[in-house]
Structure formats: structure tokens, C-alpha cells
């Protein structure tokens, strides 16, 4: 009998040991930072680590691509002939964060059901994105997924849990620990355990309650996509392509919105190839109100504010992207952190934003009431703070 939760356990791959430079950062990061991603492979070094099976995006536009996926197929082969793997069956791993301020965010990785997700318009799936889908970014993910013998989830799924009565309330005392380990370039701590199997009936008696809570029938909202939306949408494309059993689920990480170590960021924009005081006349012009949701723009040629009606990252977005139908040689970039977005912003032809966005109590009501936000509205915690590549699975 199908379950009615799409979330449960997988057999889990994790190094036997070299956690230091095992564990890289979310490829979605610092998309716009060669440096950092620079960095990652001078720390790293000769060692087996993730960083060599994931694609970081700062080099999609690079037209190395199919060399670079052929050797991350490569790498993965070898590290399962290698035997660098220890692998724990029907597993559920609870993965403690400590954030770089000390806060700590757990969470709990496992397999979700892919066939109960759909990024489709209109779609009620149990498992939502919470962002628009950009289509054209689908295909060159998978062609990465595509031939990949392991999947390392950067994945966040939320689900709406008040109470907090789900993973906060996992007991670690009884539970074998799998790692315990500081994380590359300012990552902070992190460590995670094995559940047992009562731990694990007990998560999935819960869930179950939850599920209960979570609306009614043809209309039921169970776990939101925090992080690595296009991610899951990719393992989704893939599964119908290849047809397989492990291609019907996804390794991710479930996260209870209500941690206190959950932050919502808004993701601020930053333009490239602009002719700054012209884009500038258009915006104003198009914004000429003091009345509304400020948002801040900041340039080596001007600095200034503009109100706007509605979510922030909506109207903006909306705008840019008139201008950009116009521009050709004008780009759009998505930024985490304001500093990362000052800093990018004082470059010529350049111009970024900062601005406030959506509450994170708000956001399954907001998905249940209008569905999905408009893409790159937010984004869980700092860059640094982003989910680091640990656990794999095997996907073919």
C-alpha cells in the first residue's frame, strides 16, 4: 500500500573518512565568485572529495561542459570501485548545522518520492516548489544527472511543523554517530547520526499526523522546496527519462520551518554590460513613488532608493526582465548576502539591489493561497550557511 508521506529512508553512501575535504558547498553558490570556487580546489587538493562530482554553475557558460560532466562520471566510478563509500541501508541520517553565529539547524536527509512533486502551473502536489521554474535550466541539469552514477543532494525540502515535534525531538543519545566535522571556507560545524529504527517509525508516525494537518483532499500542502528547487525538478525530468527505481525518488534534506536557526534572505539581483544612468532614468521613472516596500540600489555611479507595490522581488524582477528583452548584452545575476552584492555592484556597467522579502511564517500560507513565489525570492540563511554535499546515493 502506498505510503501517504513521500518521504522515507534510502541506502545512503557516506565517506569512510576525510570529511574536511569531502564536504563542498551547494553548486548554486557564489555563482558569480571564481575565487571562492578556486579556493574549494586549492583546499581540497588531490583528496576524493565532492567537489569533484558536482558542476559548480559558475562554469555552465564556460563551453567545457561535456568534458567537465564526463569527468565527474569519471570520478564517481572510481570512488565506488574504490570502495570510498560505507553504505547504510534503508537509512535516515539526522544532520546537525551549526551555523557561523553558533545557531544550529537540523535536519533529517532521506529519500522523497518524486512522482508526489510537480513543478507544474496550477499543480497540487504534496511536495510544492515554492519558486517559479525556469524551463531552460532544466536540460543542461540534466545532462549532468543524466549518465551519473551517484546523486549528493543540495536539496532543502520545509515542512510547516509548529510545534516543532518532528526532528527536534530526536534524541541523539541512543543514535550511532556518522560524522563530526568543520566544514571547508567558513561552512561552520557539522555533525549527523544514524536512526534507528524506532527513531525512524516514530519520524513517519508523526509525519503522518502532520499530513493530517496539512489541508484537505486534491489540495494537500505536506513539504515545501526551501533550497535546490531546480535540483528536484531536474531529478524529476530525469526519472522520466531513464525510467528507473532509484530514479523515482530524490535524496534531500527535510527541515522544519520553525527551527530557530531557519533564516529567509531575500536572493538581491545584481545587472552586468548596463549603461547605469540610463537603466537608472527607466527605473525611476517607472517607480516615481515614496510610498510602499523600499527597494535600494547601488552603483559606482549612483546610489538610491525606490517604493514599490506588492512583494519586492516580484516587481523588480519583472522589470528587469522588460529590460532585458531590450538589452542583449545586459546580464541579471542572483546574489546571496548583501556584502556579496555591494561588492559585485561597484564594478562599471554594473547595478545591484537589496531589498526585504517574504516572512518565513508566511510561506505555506502564501503557497497554499497563490502558489508559487516568483523564482529567486528567497533563499534559507547566508551563502556559507548553504547545504555542503556529505551524504550520496546511487542512482543507477
Same mark, same amino acid.
Given at each position: 500500500?502506498?505510503?501517504?508521506?513521500?518521504?522515507?529512508?534510502?541506502?545512503? +553512501?557516506?565517506?569512510?573518512?576525510?570529511?574536511?575535504?569531502?564536504?563542498?558547498?551547494?553548486?548554486?553558490?557564489?555563482?558569480?565568485?571564481?575565487?571562492?570556487?578556486?579556493?574549494?580546489?586549492? $583546499?581540497?587538493?588531490?583528496?576524493? &572529495?565532492?567537489?569533484?562530482?558536482?558542476?559548480?554553475?559558475?562554469?555552465?557558460?564556460?563551453?567545457? @561542459?561535456?568534458?567537465?560532466? #564526463?569527468?565527474?562520471?569519471?570520478?564517481?566510478?572510481?570512488?565506488?570501485?574504490?570502495?570510498?563509500?560505507?553504505?547504510?541501508?534503508?537509512?535516515? $541520517?539526522?544532520?546537525?548545522?551549526? +551555523?557561523?553565529?553558533?545557531?544550529?539547524?537540523?535536519? +533529517?536527509?532521506?529519500?522523497?518520492?518524486?512522482?508526489?512533486?510537480?513543478?507544474?502551473?496550477?499543480?497540487?502536489?504534496?511536495?510544492?516548489? %515554492?519558486?517559479?521554474?525556469? /524551463?531552460?535550466? *532544466?536540460?543542461?541539469?540534466?545532462?549532468?544527472?543524466?549518465?551519473?552514477?551517484?546523486?549528493?543532494?543540495?536539496?532543502? $525540502?520545509?515542512?510547516?511543523?509548529?510545534?516543532?515535534?518532528?526532528?527536534?525531538?530526536?534524541?541523539?543519545?541512543?543514535?550511532?554517530?556518522?560524522?563530526?566535522?568543520?566544514?571547508?571556507?567558513?561552512?561552520?560545524?557539522?555533525?549527523?547520526?544514524?536512526?534507528?529504527?524506532?527513531?525512524?517509525?516514530?519520524?513517519?508516525?508523526?509525519?503522518?499526523?502532520?499530513?493530517?494537518?496539512?489541508? &484537505?483532499?486534491?489540495?494537500?500542502?505536506?513539504?515545501?522546496?526551501?533550497?535546490?528547487?531546480? &535540483?528536484?525538478?531536474? @531529478?524529476?525530468? @530525469?526519472?522520466?527519462?531513464?525510467?528507473?527505481?532509484?530514479?523515482?525518488?530524490?535524496?534531500?534534506?527535510?527541515?522544519?520551518?520553525?527551527?530557530?536557526?531557519?533564516?529567509?534572505?531575500?536572493?538581491?539581483?545584481?545587472?552586468?554590460?548596463?549603461?547605469?544612468?540610463?537603466?537608472?532614468?527607466? /527605473?525611476?521613472? @517607472?517607480?516615481?513613488?515614496?510610498?510602499?516596500?523600499? *527597494?535600494?540600489?547601488? &552603483?559606482?555611479?549612483?546610489?538610491?532608493?525606490?517604493?514599490? =507595490?506588492? +512583494?519586492?522581488?516580484?516587481? /523588480?524582477? =519583472?522589470?528587469?526582465?522588460?529590460?532585458?528583452?531590450?538589452?542583449?548584452?545586459?546580464?541579471?545575476?542572483?546574489?546571496?548576502?548583501?556584502? #556579496? %552584492?555591494?561588492?559585485?555592484?561597484?564594478?562599471?556597467? %554594473?547595478?545591484?539591489?537589496?531589498?526585504?522579502?517574504?516572512?518565513?511564517?508566511? /510561506?505555506?500560507?502564501?503557497?497554499?493561497?497563490?502558489?508559487?513565489?516568483?523564482?529567486? %525570492?528567497?533563499?534559507?540563511?547566508?551563502?556559507?550557511?548553504?547545504?555542503?554535499?556529505?551524504?550520496?546515493?546511487?542512482?543507477?
Amino acid at each position: 500500500m502506498k505510503s501517504n508521506i513521500p518521504f522515507g529512508s534510502a541506502h545512503i +553512501l557516506i565517506p569512510k573518512t576525510g570529511f574536511e575535504k569531502w564536504a563542498c558547498i551547494a553548486c548554486d553558490q557564489f555563482t558569480s565568485q571564481r575565487e571562492y570556487w578556486e579556493r574549494a580546489y586549492e $583546499v581540497v587538493g588531490d583528496a576524493p &572529495s565532492a567537489l569533484r562530482l558536482v558542476f559548480p554553475e559558475v562554469y555552465l557558460e564556460d563551453g567545457d @561542459a561535456p568534458e567537465r560532466i #564526463a569527468e565527474i562520471n569519471r570520478s564517481m566510478e572510481q570512488y565506488l570501485n574504490d570502495g570510498l563509500f560505507r553504505e547504510y541501508r534503508d537509512a535516515m $541520517v539526522l544532520v546537525e548545522r551549526r +551555523l557561523s553565529d553558533g545557531r544550529v539547524r537540523r535536519g +533529517l536527509v532521506g529519500a522523497f518520492r518524486l512522482e508526489d512533486y510537480s513543478f507544474e502551473k496550477g499543480a497540487k502536489p504534496l511536495i510544492r516548489p %515554492t519558486e517559479g521554474t525556469v /524551463l531552460s535550466r *532544466i536540460p543542461p541539469r540534466v545532462n549532468i544527472r543524466r549518465d551519473a552514477a551517484l546523486e549528493l543532494p543540495h536539496i532543502m $525540502v520545509l515542512m510547516d511543523d509548529r510545534d516543532r515535534e518532528i526532528i527536534e525531538k530526536i534524541d541523539t543519545a541512543k543514535l550511532e554517530k556518522l560524522y563530526d566535522f568543520e566544514l571547508m571556507l567558513g561552512g561552520g560545524h557539522i555533525a549527523g547520526w544514524l536512526l534507528d529504527k524506532d527513531s525512524q517509525s516514530l519520524v513517519m508516525t508523526k509525519l503522518e499526523k502532520l499530513y493530517g494537518k496539512s489541508g &484537505s483532499d486534491g489540495d494537500r500542502l505536506l513539504f515545501a522546496v526551501g533550497d535546490g528547487n531546480h &535540483s528536484l525538478a531536474t @531529478a524529476k525530468a @530525469a526519472a522520466e527519462l531513464t525510467g528507473t527505481e532509484e530514479g523515482r525518488f530524490a535524496l534531500a534534506e527535510l527541515v522544519n520551518i520553525h527551527n530557530e536557526a531557519v533564516d529567509f534572505e531575500p536572493i538581491y539581483r545584481v545587472l552586468f554590460n548596463v549603461d547605469v544612468a540610463d537603466f537608472v532614468a527607466k /527605473l525611476r521613472a @517607472a517607480f516615481p513613488g515614496d510610498e510602499g516596500k523600499r *527597494i535600494e540600489y547601488m &552603483s559606482l555611479e549612483s546610489n538610491g532608493e525606490i517604493y514599490v =507595490q506588492g +512583494l519586492e522581488s516580484e516587481v /523588480l524582477q =519583472q522589470f528587469i526582465d522588460a529590460y532585458l528583452e531590450k538589452h542583449e548584452d545586459a546580464q541579471v545575476d542572483y546574489i546571496h548576502g548583501v556584502e #556579496a %552584492t555591494r561588492e559585485l555592484a561597484a564594478s562599471e556597467n %554594473t547595478i545591484g539591489f537589496v531589498f526585504g522579502g517574504i516572512g518565513k511564517d508566511e /510561506l505555506f500560507d502564501y503557497v497554499r493561497r497563490n502558489g508559487i513565489l516568483p523564482r529567486k %525570492t528567497f533563499s534559507i540563511g547566508h551563502a556559507e550557511d548553504k547545504r555542503y554535499y556529505v551524504e550520496a546515493r546511487k542512482i543507477r
